[in-house]
């Protein structure tokens, strides 16, 4: 039996990752889930958000199934450190970025696709007056270990760091500044990791019918990171005839997210702009409790919704949050694994919930969230998962 590892991590993690397994039995996936420790509460305790032991169990299993994390500011880290921890010069770091780079999970998989019926999609005005809404089919691949978010940076950056970045003439205009009073975040672009992830996305595309690729970066402003990109695009795009490359600048990509989203097909970008592009994208299609993720290396991978903990809403009783995006990221881990007709079966059923209009969560009825939900006619999360179970075939 295969075995699972099983990460809740903090806040609303505890509540959907459960439900997602019981729907995955209920589908007649056969698995045994090994719940691993990671988050917030192991920070305060042990010093370290991802202990060496959960480490130890996704070398032993490859697979993981992850909820949902709880990050803060520097500052704040160590205020909530137990007493006697304070003071021993930890840093918290976020553990899904750590297993990302521990792991070298380095191509992050985000599909945004429109469910229908759901009255969280996007609707604009047609040409006539009227209200169109269009299928969004956008699936963003993001590079995953470099970038901005690989974490190398500084602030009070020492002698040495600062001698290096004057290396650049650019940092003339920071002549005057002390260290003291400086940050500095470096982006990282590797030709072997963007050669991988845009290569990636090209198969991807080529693999289910895809006409375009968008390279979505900057290189107009950061011609060195986003340039190297754009110019390895070009190259890999020669490679597979009857898939168009375009290219876009992040900020000039948010604007027209609105403008004419179903015109994209599958989009590819370094870490942190990938981020940007995937919340926006998963803006039109209903938000954070409908946008899943994949963290695919070569010998692991990690399934996870991209909404955070959102801990105001971990206590709540009966929960009202809404599983689908932990549901798609448990679809995701299906299809990597081979497990093809119960990912087929677990999607459509989500599918045929969502269209049948009966169940909503909060967020799809566009209620402020709190337990005066229900009576609204908003479902909680167990009834969600019960709604689509009984749409399994």
Not at 229 to 237: G, N, P
Not at 286 to 312: M, R, W
Not at 351 to 363: H, M, P, Q, R, S
């Amino acid at each position: 039996m295969r075995k699972v590892v099983a990460l809740p991590g903090d806040g609303i993690g505890k509540v959907v990752l459960p439900e997602a397994i019981r729907l995955l039995d209920a589908a007649g996936f056969k698995a045994e889930y090994v719940w691993g420790d990671i988050g917030w509460d192991f920070w305060c305790t042990e010093g370290n958000p991802l202990p060496d032991r959960t480490i130890k169990l996704i070398e032993e299993n490859k697979i993981a199934l992850f909820g949902a994390i709880t990050s803060k500011p520097k500052e704040d880290s160590e205020k909530e450190l137990d007493p006697p921890l304070k003071g021993k010069g930890l840093v918290y770091f976020s553990p899904i970025v750590t297993l990302r780079q521990k792991f070298n999970l380095d191509i992050c998989i985000r599909p945004c696709i429109t469910f229908k019926n759901n009255p969280l999609n996007f609707i604009r005005k047609s040409n006539d007056g009227g209200i169109e809404e269009p299928q969004i089919n956008a699936v963003i691949f993001r590079q995953n270990t470099e970038g901005l978010y690989a974490g190398v940076e500084w602030t009070n950056p020492p002698q040495s760091v600062r001698d290096a970045f004057e290396t650049n003439p650019k940092m003339n205009a920071f002549k005057e500044v002390p260290n003291e009073e400086m940050s500095i975040s470096a982006r990282i672009v590797t030709k072997k990791a963007s050669e991988r992830i845009i290569r990636a996305a090209f198969e991807y595309a080529k693999k289910f019918g895809y006409k375009n690729v968008t390279l979505c970066e900057k290189p107009n402003v950061l011609r060195e990171t986003s340039g190297m990109m754009l110019k390895i695009a070009k190259q890999i795009s020669k490679e597979y005839s009857g898939i168009e490359l375009w290219d876009t600048n992040i900020d000039a990509q948010m604007m027209w997210l609105t403008k004419n989203p179903e015109n994209y097909g599958v989009i590819v970008s370094e870490n942190m702009f990938g981020d940007i592009i995937s919340d926006g994208f998963a803006g039109l299609i209903g938000g954070l409790g409908f946008a899943c993720s994949a963290n695919i290396g070569d010998q692991y991978a990690v399934f996870e919704p991209t909404h955070g903990s959102a801990p105001k809403y971990e206590m709540l009783n009966p929960s009202i949050v809404n599983p689908v995006a932990m549901f798609m990221s448990a679809v995701m881990m299906l299809e990597h694994i081979g497990e093809l007709d119960i990912a087929r079966i677990i999607k459509k059923a989500v599918a045929d919930v969502i269209a049948e209009g009966k169940f909503k969560t909060y967020d799809m009825l566009k209620l402020k969230g709190g337990p005066n939900v229900f009576a609204k006619g908003a479902v909680n999360t167990e009834q969600m998962t019960d709604a689509v179970i009984s749409k399994l075939n």
